[in-house]
């Protein structure tokens, strides 16, 4: 068995590097480097390398373990998907790849590229099949159908979590609100102006209104089924 690095009371594991890299990018404001959690974890670089061959593909199991998070929180707002509802199973998925991903928003740029099949991308997308075959739609229509979704879901937490890391990046934060009287003349203007802030000003209200946009786009997919 080899010896243990000096300062580390176990071996370096390649879960051990996922959790570094999800927490350095979640400390910001830099992305890790190999050096940079070589240091935090007391190995060298090498020992970094023996376990992934690129810093892009530590990202990479960093991404895994935020949709990790989502899964588990999908679970928790519909424990059975399988049985459940598949339209409250379709937004309890945005929702919960929302929050997961808003609570690491500095890797969220990362979400999109192209996962690795594995073990969890073949169960989600069990899951994901079941889905819209329980809402009734053909093989090409479920494929078009979760074409729609997955990019209105990412597009959206993508957008999010680019203006939270823009905002960490400004001392001052442009502010949208308008005088009562303005608000009188144009009140659809106004409410607009409202809504661009909302992720800054009501989080609550922000997460409520990508909820009721995820309903009406399932609700969409449910017309064509029925078509």
């Known amino acids: 068995m080899s010896r243990l690095a000096e300062g580390r009371k176990t071996h370096l594991s390649p879960e051990e590097i996922a959790a570094e890299a999800l927490r350095q990018f979640d400390a910001g ?3 890790p480097s190999i050096r940079s959690l070589a240091a935090e974890l007391n190995v060298g ?3 970094i390398y023996h376990h992934y061959p690129s810093v892009a593909a530590i990202y990479q199991a960093a991404v895994v373990l935020v ?3 989502a899964v588990e929180e999908t679970l928790r707002l519909v424990p059975t998907p399988f049985k459940s509802d598949p339209a409250e199973v379709l937004v309890a998925s945005g929702v919960g790849t929302r929050r997961a991903w ?4 500095r890797l969220a ?3 999109a590229a192209t996962p690795e099949a594995n073990d969890f991308t073949t169960g989600a997308l069990a899951v994901m099949s079941s889905v819209f075959e329980r809402l009734g739609l053909e093989p090409e229509e479920a494929a078009a159908c979760f074409h729609t979704y997955t990019s209105f879901m990412i ?3 993508l957008f999010a979590a680019e203006r939270k890391i823009a905002n960490d990046q400004l001392d001052e934060l442009p502010s949208h609100s308008r005088s009562d009287e303005e608000r009188a003349e144009d009140p659809t203007r106004a409410s607009i102006d409202d809504a661009m802030d909302l992720s800054i ?4 209200r922000d997460e409520e209104l990508f909820e ?3 309903e009406r786009l399932v609700k969409s997919f449910q017309r064509v089924a029925a078509a």
Not at 102 to 105: E, G
Not at 201 to 204: A, F, I, M
């Open 109 to 111: 740029p990362h979400m």
């Open 155 to 157: 597009g959206a937490v």
């Open 212 to 214: 009721q946009g995820l």
């Open 29 to 31: 404001p830099d992305e």
């Open 102 to 105: 808003l609570a690491h928003h």
């Open 67 to 69: 949709w990790n998070e």
């Open 201 to 204: 000003t009501d989080p609550d």
């Open 45 to 47: 670089p090498t020992a």
